[in-house]
């Protein structure tokens, strides 16, 4: 494995080819030598057979069935088979009848015998020249095997010249000489031929290789680059997104600072204003109820001082409960269970209903903001399950879940469709989105009309880093 790590993709390829074009040239070359072999044998038994059946039919031509060759015959395939060319090319011949006799050999003593009909001894009477390189170990070639270790041996039929018919087959053997000198010549040529071509392919494959190689190698530089830039690019997109959630978690802080001091404002100036002008109003109103002069039909100036003072008393609770909810309780110090007990009791009194809070494994320690968000997404949802949804029975569920506590917000109120308030642009839920959104968290509401609804925000327990910028 270390050596194949050291390699490069081209040595790796040309490796691997050079091993395969080797093996398949191996496999070729052989193939190619055998069929080289093949071929000169079916030639040289087809070439010889031709001979066989030219000089040696006319001497069958008087056999009666499967009865003995006539002594004249004998002679003159004896006179054929020695001291001629034909002679010196076939070592041994033998004169097969269908049975499996030896009607004539150039071993006397295999004369009259009879052996097993071979495969190829039945082939060659169903008409076919069969040749083979043989070992001689079949029992026929006891004479043969004392001189030769292997050779030529080829059956061919001997037909009848009136009427075609195989009347006996001829056998002979010839020497392996000429046949491995003339295959070992083709072999020679052969292999080099397809050495060559093995070569010319293999080169042709380096230099394919060697430019994929180049191809591939400049594809892996500008990826690289590519990715070092995208790596760049997220490094300081993370950085930004990091900083816009610390920005939003100090505008969470800065807003609700801003709506303390509003409603501080709103206390201590308009209101007490308002009620100011309410107790002098009043003592008018006790001085001005014996007076005979009226404004209008039926209505003395009493009346209308304690109409005005009705009218002052409306406005001045209405300024008070926008002062009450704009200003946030001292949640600083709380914990995050702490905050949403909190937020549900301040709706219990408000709302005089009870609300149950369960609190399942939610750390104690969290951010301001966290809190802030928290305490206003619980101030809204009650709020608003309580008045669109007319509900009676809301329940409240904090619990940590992969990293974010998750708080959920559930009644069996008469439900709403969330799609049709998203486009009315629904305040209240777009506010609660937006708040936790800004901090990382997620927000859903899952809701049908006359099916209840649940409210569901996810926020991020990991701290946020401090900001020195």
């Given at each position: 494995m270390k050596l194949l790590a050291r390699l490069s993709l081209v040595r790796l390829l040309l490796a691997g080819g050079g091993v395969i074009l080797l093996a398949g040239m191996l496999v070729i070359g052989t193939w190619i030598s055998m069929e080289l072999e093949r071929g000169h044998i079916d030639h040289v038994g087809s070439l010889t057979s031709l001979y066989m059946q030219s000089f040696v039919s006319p001497h069958v031509q008087s056999l009666p069935g499967n009865g003995p060759l006539r002594e004249v015959d004998r002679n003159a395939l004896d006179g054929l088979l020695s001291g001629t060319p034909l002679g010196r090319q076939v070592v041994a011949f033998k004169l097969w009848a269908?049975?499996?006799?030896v009607l004539y050999s150039t071993n006397p003593a295999l004369i009259g015998r009879k052996f097993a009909v071979r495969p190829a001894l039945s082939s060659a009477f169903a008409g076919?020249?069969?040749s083979e390189i043989t070992d001689l170990s079949d029992p026929d070639n006891e004479f043969e095997r004392k001189r030769w270790s292997?050779?030529?041996e080829t059956y061919a039929p001997l037909r009848a010249r009136n009427t075609g018919t195989i009347i006996a087959v001829s056998e002979f053997y010839q020497t392996t000489d000429d046949l491995e000198q003339e295959v070992g010549v083709a072999r020679l040529r052969s292999w080099l031929m397809v050495s060559a071509a093995t070569l010319v392919i293999f080169l042709l494959l380096a230099a394919l290789v060697k430019r994929a190689s180049n191809i591939i190698a400049a594809q892996q530089s500008e990826l690289s680059e590519k990715v070092t830039q995208l790596t760049a690019l997220l490094a300081q997109n993370g950085q930004l997104h990091d900083r816009v959630r610390r920005a939003a978690a100090r505008t969470t802080a800065l807003n609700e600072r801003f709506l303390h001091r509003i409603a501080a404002d709103l206390h201590d100036g308009p209101s007490q204003g308002l009620a100011l002008a309410l107790m002098r109003m009043e003592s008018l109103a006790d001085v001005c109820s014996t007076c005979a002069a009226s404004v209008g039909k039926d209505r003395s100036v009493g009346d209308e001082f304690h109409t005005l003072h009705s009218a002052l008393q409306f406005a001045l609770d209405d300024l008070r409960a926008i002062s009450g909810g704009l200003h946030l309780?001292?949640?600083?110090r709380l914990s995050l269970a702490e905050t949403a007990r909190r937020a549900?009791?301040?709706?219990?009194?408000?709302a005089g209903l009870t609300v149950p809070l369960t609190v399942d494994d939610v750390p104690d320690a969290a951010l301001l903001p966290v809190k802030i968000t928290l305490f206003r997404m619980l101030q809204e949802s009650l709020a608003n399950g309580y008045r669109h949804g007319g509900a009676s029975d809301?329940?409240?569920?904090l619990t940590r879940s992969d990293g974010q506590f998750v708080v959920e917000v559930t009644d069996s109120g008469r439900g709403f469709d969330p799609q049709a308030v998203v486009a009315d642009g629904h305040l209240g839920l777009a506010g609660m989105r937006e708040r936790i959104e800004v901090l990382g968290g997620t927000f859903s509401v899952r809701s049908a009309p006359?099916?209840?609804?649940?409210v569901r925000a996810a926020l991020p327990l990991t701290p946020l880093a401090e900001d020195h910028e």
């Open positions: 269908p049975d499996g006799s076919k020249v069969h292997r050779l030529i309780p001292e949640i600083e549900v009791r301040d709706y219990e009194r408000k809301q329940r409240v569920e006359g099916k209840g609804t649940v």
